[in-house]
């Protein structure tokens, strides 16, 4: 090593050393940067969504609340939920699991990040040309009517689709060709496993959004009538094309999630994880099959009986691989050596609410229920409980069990767990209401709504402050941490992954030598 | 399974109106048991092992166990039994729900941004109203009790003459009825139902349709079987009779120069006769043939040459894109339903 004291984060200095860094430790952090300033913005847009939901009648004109609506869904989902756990602890993480020095290809990551910042300007600019209006789902032909700022939001989409693409690739040829002598496809961590079952994902299904909003561009400027009935076209044509895409994305928002808690799991219980094999081939599972299942977001949308069923009965399969996942955790922990620091708390969360969010897509993928439920508050309850309720509480405890690693200093652990009571007490007050709302027949995406449905409303916004509130403390933990907290050791939690075996924070290069494997990387016995 | 019954006592459901909402709510129930069943099942388990088995010393040792094929299979097996349940169960009801009777009562159903409007084989059109107060009282379809009902669907624009303004999706939601069904500009989508308790019932629009999305609510109201042939021959307030959906088409035959090429006796003229055309089997010059609904006769109106008719010549027909109203376009093919 280049002597004590020298890491990447000292490595070179000065702000273009950081924009244009191509080490993957430095990258995932401008993501980490960039992806919170994001999920600040969603999570007021978020607050200001339920503030004007507490009361039946309008504070803000409906045309404000649906545009709070579209940027709320199109900035957590495009701009914070899927880069995410990929973009940040992936790209700082992964490498190190592997025993690499970076990625396959530095500069193509850098590249992504551009693509990133690139998708988000043209976000806030399509909110100065007036604002999208369509919801992040953009149904033609309603998101063709006042077509500039909606058609800009898409493309923002678009690009930002790029970098996902960009990680994707890099991602796949990293764990191809960059694992360290030794370590074979089946000693590779779960949650890289989890990475590459998404980078796949990332890979095959995003260029499908990109056609889409080429073709809807395409009918803008032309007027080539592809999805406007107007002009001939097939308005729920958008909506197979957009599934196509959309539904594997939910995949790859929820895969790393799952990669993460398998790593939190077995850590914290100190002792290998139940079925290794099960749990990564599941990942490719869930991965293969989420291109079969979009239809099950169109059970009313006009397409033929036949289809509905068909899609229903694959949507159950992606049952399985889901359930076997929990069960796997489960018996993790049996005759463990549990200790519940807070990146265990958050996992621990995690199971819960997916648990919920896990049981009631069956009430959505068997059809008749489905009728019923369809856009109505049970599904936001649901997706909440999966991306939300799932993919936070993952990205929550990775970030806190990754922290020492990535700063070289310890949180305040007390503050920690006080932000995970907040978050998941605060969660589940929020959306847990909006389940029996869905069932009494509140649509969503009501601007207002009837006298009826108010109670559990309020009760649903009093739990979004809370929620609010219990990120604020783990953003005071995680600065706090990251400048005033203690030195961290190389190894705080005792967990047998490679990156644990160098200092934190790492050197420029990760690995003064490159190690040899020879074992799985669970081995606490 | 006497627990069935007792299950779907509501469960934050709205009162159940028809039979089909009645076997949804009893798959509702089972949903509701086996989900609560298997989240005990894995968060006691969760509960019992992280506190049997806290981390007592620094150097606890653990079990090293890796895997189990039996209890691997048990658990990936048991959940796809009841998945499939649950898919096989929920595909029947669907399919009784998207049942058609034959025998039903059509009501057309037109949404446009942000209202309803019903129209009725008679001619009678139901819209919104505003009460003395200012406060909009949302459109009231009004249907017998025990009677099968197929809705006729679609969308229109709010002002035709715009040239940037479009029809857009809406979605019919009875809750009460626990039916949806999504409405497309450009064609008709249909649903049915059979009310079986009377009263008055929300319908909301489901599909994300702008502004006023959320205030666009209707009404369905059940009444008694006289109450409503009394009902639907509308006021007699003086003013000249409404011509029933048929009779318009009839007078659109007329004068719109379709009577030049379509006969109603069953004699070939330069386009198929109209006499029996509603539900009968066509085959075309090219394509697979198909049964003449109400999105097939919509189709060749507007576009006839989409589907030629075998043994007639292509292009012979002009355009009516444009040229007739959605809802002139429903009354030629309640004509053309007319002819037996």
């Excluded at chain 1, 075996?501 to 420029?508: F, G, N």
Aim: net charge neutral; glycine share 8%.
């Amino acid at each position: 090593m280049a002597g004590a004291g020298k890491n990447y984060l000292n490595h070179e200095k000065g702000i273009m050393s950081w924009l244009t860094s191509r080490d993957h430790k430095r990258i995932g952090l401008l993501y980490f940067y960039s992806i919170a300033f994001f999920f600040l913005l969603g999570g007021i847009l978020a607050m200001l969504i339920r503030t004007e939901l507490f009361r039946s009648g309008l504070y803000f004109s409906p045309d404000l609340y649906n545009r709070f609506m579209t940027y709320h869904g199109v900035i957590m989902v495009f701009f914070v939920i899927v880069p995410g756990i990929p973009a940040i602890l992936g790209n700082i993480i992964m490498p190190l699991h592997l025993g690499a020095r970076d990625v396959a290809f530095p500069t193509v990551n850098l590249m992504s990040w551009y693509c990133y910042v690139g998708g988000a300007l043209l976000a806030f600019l399509s909110i100065f040309m007036g604002g999208a209006d369509t919801g992040w789902t953009f149904y033609t032909p309603y998101s063709i009517n006042f077509s500039g700022a909606n058609i800009t939001a898409a493309l923002a989409a678009f690009v930002a689709g790029f970098s996902s693409v960009l990680t994707g690739v890099n991602f796949v040829a990293t764990v191809h060709k960059l694992r360290a002598p030794g370590m074979t496809m089946n000693r590779i961590t779960l949650f890289t496993w989890s990475l590459y079952a998404t980078a796949i994902l990332q890979v095959l299904a995003t260029p499908v959004i990109a056609i889409t909003v080429l073709l809807l561009a395409m009918e803008n400027i032309f007027g080539i009538g592809i999805f406007d009935p107007e002009l001939g076209g097939d308005p729920v044509l958008f909506q197979h094309f957009f599934w196509f895409y959309s539904h594997p994305a939910v995949y790859i928002m929820i895969l790393p999630a799952m990669g993460v808690i398998s790593e939190l799991i077995t850590t914290f219980s100190r002792k290998t994880i139940f079925g290794y094999t099960a749990i990564a081939y599941s990942s490719l599972a869930i991965a293969g099959v989420s291109f079969l299942v979009w239809g099950h977001h169109m059970f009313t949308s006009s397409q033929s009986e036949v289809a509905a069923i068909i899609f229903s009965v694959l949507t159950m399969l992606v049952g399985v691989p889901t359930a076997i996942k929990l069960f796997n955790w489960l018996a993790t922990l049996y005759k463990g050596s549990i200790q519940m620091q807070s990146p265990m708390l958050y996992a621990l969360g995690f199971i819960f609410i997916f648990t919920i969010g896990g049981v009631t897509g069956i009430f959505l993928s068997t059809i008749a229920t489905d009728i019923h439920f369809h856009d109505t508050y049970f599904v936001v309850a649901h997706f909440h409980y999966v991306m939300v309720g799932g993919t936070l509480m993952a990205i929550m405890g990775g970030a806190f069990y990754w922290f020492p690693k990535i700063t070289g200093r310890m949180f305040s652990e007390p503050l920690a767990r006080m932000s995970w009571v907040f978050i998941f007490i605060g969660f589940n007050v929020t959306f847990f209401p909006q389940f029996v709302l869905g069932a009494m027949g509140m649509p969503r995406r009501y601007a207002d709504y009837l006298p009826a449905f108010e109670s559990l409303n309020q009760i649903s916004t009093l739990g979004s402050y809370t929620i609010g509130f219990g990120f604020i403390i783990a953003l005071v933990a995680i600065i706090h941490g990251a400048l005033h907290g203690n030195k961290a050791p190389d190894n705080p939690w005792g967990s047998k992954t490679l990156e644990w075996t160098i200092p934190s924070p790492p050197p420029h290069e990760n690995f003064e030598t490159i190690p040899t494997v020879t074992a799985g990387p669970y081995e606490y016995r | 399974m006497l627990w069935i019954p007792s299950a779907h006592a509501q469960s934050f459901m709205p009162p159940a109106a028809t039979d089909i909402a009645e076997n949804v709510d009893s798959l509702y129930g089972f949903l509701l048991i086996t989900s609560l069943i298997s989240f005990v099942i894995l968060m006691g388990g969760l509960a019992y092992f992280v506190n049997k088995y806290r981390r007592r010393t620094a150097n606890d040792k653990t079990a090293y166990i890796t895997h189990d094929h039996t209890l691997e299979f048990i658990w990936s097996f048991i959940p796809f039994v009841i998945f499939m349940i649950c898919f096989a169960w929920g595909a029947k009801v669907y399919l009784d729900m998207r049942h058609m009777p034959e025998d039903a009562m059509e009501v057309h159903v037109i949404g446009k941004k942000w209202d309803w409007e019903f129209i009725y084989k008679n001619g009678r059109k139901i819209t919104s109203d505003v009460d003395d107060a200012g406060k909009k009282i949302p459109a009231n379809m009004v249907v017998p009790i025990n009677k099968p009902v197929r809705l006729i669907m679609t969308s229109t624009k709010v002002n035709p003459e715009d040239k940037r303004d479009r029809a857009v999706l809406h979605s019919f939601f009875v809750p009460a009825f626990r039916v949806k069904q999504d409405i497309v500009p450009g064609r008709y989508t249909q649903m049915s139902f059979t009310p079986t308790k009377k009263g008055k019932f929300y319908i909301f629009c489901t599909e994300y349709c702008g502004t006023g999305h959320s205030s666009m609510l209707g009404t369905i109201e059940v009444v008694d079987e006289l109450a409503f042939n009394n009902w639907v021959i509308g006021d007699d307030s003086g003013g000249p009779k409404e011509l029933s959906l048929a009779e318009k088409g009839k007078e659109i035959f007329k004068t719109r120069a379709c009577i030049g090429c379509h006969s109603l006796d069953g004699s070939k003229m330069t386009g198929p006769t109209w006499k029996g055309l509603y539900g009968s089997n066509r085959e075309f010059n090219e394509g697979p043939a198909l049964v003449a609904d109400d999105n097939y006769l919509r189709e060749s109106i507007l576009n006839s040459n989409a589907k030629v008719v075998k043994g007639y010549a292509p292009n012979q027909m002009p355009s009516y894109q444009g040229q007739l109203e959605d809802e002139e376009v429903t009354a030629v093919i309640e004509f053309i339903k007319t002819l037996k």
